[in-house]
């Protein structure tokens, strides 16, 4: 069709519209634009859009965002080593639907191993993030002013927070203040302490991804649209030859009983629990002179750090990096830091006793304030009961920790029991048998993400509504406050 603005050849994928939009192709404003399309501007937009030149105008726009539909950007972002593992995967189900799609954001190696092109790389000084944001305040306000710019220059389809809530709630409001779809991935722990967030999360958030099977319950309930997607933790099998301890190099010590410490992935929760865990297993020691320990590191900068504090212990301990679940499997009973190390050692079946060292005024002046549940443990939480021993807040003597090691340890059958109670706990948490990679946590996120990129497209074509939400499951609510 001849028009005075100019041909329009929609099969070589060019042409002519009215208004600056070049602009916003040059500065990557088109997400995922490859260039398919040529534009060459024409100043007759000011007599109006109607006829010939208003149907080319809405001719390239619609042009445009098919290109847009086909080639996605998503913005991901990471603050901590498990998130960046988990946006790695995620990376990998959205490829597998997108194969084209551009990914940018804020992560670690393992995120750009995957394909993301990463503006900052915050997982490499990652410390308790409630701190960091006032020791390292410049840097994170830093960081937060060059992603709200990144969101405005590239426009991405959807931004996806992975944990990290202190850092990752005030990217997703960001996204949602430019009217970017929001797609949260492990939702907010509020309903263990600081409930009242959930009102910022509702506002923040178009879809709130959950991997604990109480939460979609908890957050819809809330106005928040939850989907439970699966623990990614029980994705892959339990034990593999991978994981094998007998296949690790160099071996692992021999003796017996052998006990594993898990103090962190962080500089600061290695620092705080290292000392106490050191005490406890000296205590170990001398009931036990014959007792074995190796404590496990999450990269060779953290092993430094263990090792450096080792330098003020008389207790020899091995250190390892990497490979958590062989050094779970080796031992006989794990001492671990509460997080989500404590499901890692669940998912083997593993006794365990769980400790938080924290300095006793900042419990007492703030933490027990805002703390709503009877358990912390993640395993307590899941069995409503105290399924594992834990020592949460833990100051002062190291004593009632080392005998309640020594106890399990001096008891077979106790371990054994705790064993089969772990074993029953995190069995419905595997995917359902036969669901294949469509009941990986990853594979359901990306069918979330996809939901958003849909919905979105929908609605730029001037579609009614958009994609339908999926139902809520059936899930417990989670354990509330004695």
Request: one cysteine or more; charged letters at 20%.
């Amino acid at each position: 069709m001849a028009s005075t603005a100019g041909p329009t050849r929609v099969g070589a994928q060019s042409c002519t519209w009215l208004g600056g939009v070049r602009g916003r192709q040059r500065q990557g404003g088109i997400s995922g634009t490859r260039r398919a399309a040529s534009c060459r501007v024409t100043p007759g937009w000011r007599k109006g859009i109607h006829g010939a030149r208003g149907l080319v105008y809405l001719a390239g726009l619609k042009m445009m965002s098919g290109v847009a539909n086909q080639v996605p950007t998503f913005f991901l972002t990471a603050a901590e080593h498990s998130g960046d593992a988990l946006g790695a995967s995620l990376i990998g189900a959205l490829r597998r639907r997108f194969p084209e799609a551009r990914f940018v954001g804020v992560g670690g190696p393992k995120m750009e191993a995957a394909g993301c092109r990463l503006l900052a790389n915050p997982v490499s000084r990652s410390a308790m993030l409630i701190g960091a944001l006032f020791t390292e305040s410049r840097y994170w306000y830093g960081l937060l002013k060059r992603i709200r710019q990144e969101l405005v220059d590239l426009k991405p389809d959807v931004v996806v927070p992975i944990d990290s809530s202190t850092v990752n709630l005030r990217i997703a409001r960001l996204g949602k203040e430019l009217k970017i779809p929001v797609c949260y991935y492990v939702a907010p722990q509020v309903w263990a302490s600081r409930p009242w967030r959930v009102k910022k999360i509702a506002a923040s958030v178009d879809a709130l991804c959950c991997v604990l099977p109480f939460e979609e319950r908890y957050f819809r309930e809330r106005g928040v649209h939850a989907v439970y997607v699966g623990h990614p933790m029980f994705d892959a099998p339990a034990q593999t030859a991978e994981n094998d301890p007998e296949r690790m190099e160099p071996a692992l010590p021999l003796g017996e009983p052998k006990v594993a410490i898990f103090p962190g992935s962080r500089r600061a929760e290695i620092g705080h629990h290292m000392p106490a865990m050191l005490a406890i297993l000296s205590e170990i020691k001398g009931r036990f002179p014959r007792a074995t320990f190796v404590a496990a590191a999450p990269s060779e900068e953290r092993a430094w750090q263990i090792r450096h504090l080792l330098r003020q212990a008389n207790t020899p301990v091995d250190i390892r990096v990497g490979n958590g679940d062989a050094i779970i499997r080796w031992a006989d009973l794990v001492l671990t830091k509460s997080g989500t190390a404590t499901l890692q050692i669940a998912r083997q079946h593993k006794p365990m006793v769980v400790m938080y060292a924290v300095a006793w005024w900042k419990w007492h002046l703030f933490a027990r304030f805002i703390i709503t549940t009877p358990y912390l443990a993640l395993v307590n939480i899941l069995a409503r009961r105290e399924l594992v021993p834990e020592f949460i807040p833990f100051y002062g003597s190291p004593l009632p920790v080392a005998r309640e090691c020594i106890d399990l340890l001096a008891k077979p059958e106790r371990r054994s029991q705790m064993a089969a109670e772990l074993a029953e706990l995190t069995a419905p948490l595997a995917p359902a048998p036969g669901s294949g990679d469509l009941g990986l946590a990853a594979e359901r996120v990306a069918a979330e993400v996809a939901r958003l990129v849909e919905g979105r497209s929908a609605a730029a074509g001037g579609a009614e509504g958009t994609a339908p939400e999926p139902a809520p499951s059936e899930t417990p609510p989670p354990p509330a406050a004695s």
